[in-house]
């Protein structure tokens, strides 16, 4: 039978479904929602005026990333590991622990931001955005653990709702209700406020399912900090593998190869779509069948997960084959036609990552979060080499080939891992046979505590 079929027929199914559409509508309306921010901002700052904007948010958002300690995907773990135990008083713990933790990050990051403007030897019209985006860090951090909070509630969609719509809608709203010409610590002053809506928002739906006597309990802060330390790596690993093309091909080839590459790098977000979307909808419940000790039930959501993500993937593939070549130089003008073949290797790249399955996300949710951030680590090194082998004989092409060798190198380490210590193969392969379970193994092998892998030696 068709492991989608059998997985949609249970509730669990049903769940998983509901969840991955009304995902899918949020990430529409909110991409158009973004657009229109995007339009109001470059309609009121100028082209010199976005850009300096640009920058002071690309800086605030690449800081977040340290800010953040690697804690919204732990809370997710941690919450739905402690629905699954009946433990409020640890959702509670954590809950309280991990924001005062984001936000003292974020201060000490935003005061080294604060300090660095005033000794680098910065552009005049940078440094009162900059400054101010000092103050836009904390409230980005927090938000985003608030949506990792509300994920572990198993809110997949409240928490898509606000993060990817309510936020641009609200910021929209501020940047009209602002006062003509605007400016640009203005524009990031509504940022700002709208971010921190959304974490004061997100804290509050939060805690409203969290009873009264369970809302003080002691931190568990060794474990916690010892699972967190390793997701941060894997979140620089994961940051890293996604800018250092584009600095490989300006070093080694040409800033027009960068160029190109860029775009296709762009185009490629559009294909891996269906990717993120599962990341973010299984997640909650891969933690909760791991902590509810059910193994089959995890290897279904790993089998249908893998099934969808293969589908979805290979359908926008298929589309950029068939229509890219025409379609890129209509969108970008006939000098981006030859992002073409760079985009073409790129979304094959996006469809191997969906037949390797949610191996990533499978092995952070059960406690194996030092074996993904190793992973991460030797697939990014494989592919900056492979880059820098490739790109003065390929150009942009090579460093998009170069993407298909960290991919090979992290999924081939993951899901052997999987095979071996969960006894699920998260590939299209293991779908394909028993609906992921290719032994039982899981059975006499004890799982790792949350917070804690295990001993790889």
């Known amino acids: 039978m068709n492991p989608l079929r059998m997985l949609t027929r249970s509730e669990l199914g049903r769940r998983l479904a509901v969840a991955t559409m009304s995902s899918g509508v949020i990430w529409i309306a909110g991409t158009l929602a973004t657009f229109l921010v995007g339009v109001i901002l470059a309609r009121r700052l100028g082209p010199e005026g976005y850009g300096i904007y640009g920058t002071a948010v690309a800086v605030a958002t690449l800081l977040a990333v340290p800010a953040q300690l690697g804690l919204p995907l732990l809370a997710t773990r941690e ?13 509670a713990a954590l809950a309280w622990w991990f924001a005062a933790m984001v936000a003292a990050a ?16 910065l552009a005049p019209a940078l440094m009162q955005p900059l400054a101010t985006a000092a103050i836009l860090l904390p409230a980005l951090a927090l938000s985003s653990l608030t949506t990792g909070l509300l994920r572990g509630q198993e809110r997949v969609v409240t928490s898509q709702l606000l993060d990817v719509l309510v936020r641009p809608l609200a910021f929209a709203a501020l940047l009209l209700a602002g006062s003509q010409p605007l ?20 804290f509050t739906l939060f805690w409203r399912r969290i009873p009264l006597l369970a809302r003080r309990a002691a931190p568990r802060v060794r474990a916690w900090t010892a699972a967190a330390l390793p997701m941060m790596l894997m979140e620089a690993m994961r940051t ?18 960068a160029g190109l590459l ?22 909650p419940f891969l933690a909760g069948a791991h902590a509810a000790d059910e193994p089959h039930r995890l290897a279904r959501i790993v089998a249908g997960s893998t099934v969808f993500m293969t589908v979805s993937v290979g359908a926008a593939t298929l589309a950029i084959a068939i229509a890219g070549q025409w379609a890129l130089p209509f969108a970008f003008g006939t ?17 191997l990552i969906a037949m390797f399955g949610p191996g990533v996300i499978l092995l952070s949710m059960t406690g194996h979060e030092r074996v993904v951030a190793r992973a991460f680590t030797a697939s990014v090194a494989a592919a900056v080499v492979a880059g820098v ?31 071996r210590t969960l006894g699920i193969e998260p590939s299209l392969l293991g779908a394909a046979g028993l609906f992921g379970v290719v032994s039982m193994r899981s059975r006499h092998l004890r799982a790792p505590p949350l917070g804690r892998g295990p001993d790889l030696r």
Request: charged content about 10%.
């Open 106 to 121: 974020s201060v000490l990051i935003g005061i080294a931001l604060r300090l660095a403007i005033e000794v680098l030897p």
């Open 262 to 283: 860029r775009v296709a790098m762009a185009c490629s977000v559009a294909v891996s779509v269906p990717i993120s979307l599962q990341n973010i909808v299984v997640a």
């Open 240 to 257: 890293l593998e996604g800018n250092y093309g584009v600095l490989v091909t300006s070093y080694a080839a040409s800033t027009a190869d």
């Open 79 to 91: 919450v739905s590991a402690a629905r699954a135990r009946n433990r409020a008083d640890d959702a």
């Open 335 to 351: 000098a981006f036609a030859g992002a073409y073949w760079p985009l073409l290797v790129l979304s094959c790249n996006q469809l």
């Open 389 to 419: 082998l490739l790109v003065p004989w390929f150009g942009a092409v090579g460093v998009a080939a170069s993407a298909l060798v960290a991919t090979l190198v992290r999924g081939g380490m993951l899901n052997r891992f999987a095979r």
């Open 183 to 202: 400016g640009i610590p203005a524009a990031l002053g509504a940022q700002t406020l709208a971010a921190a809506a959304i974490a004061l928002i997100g």
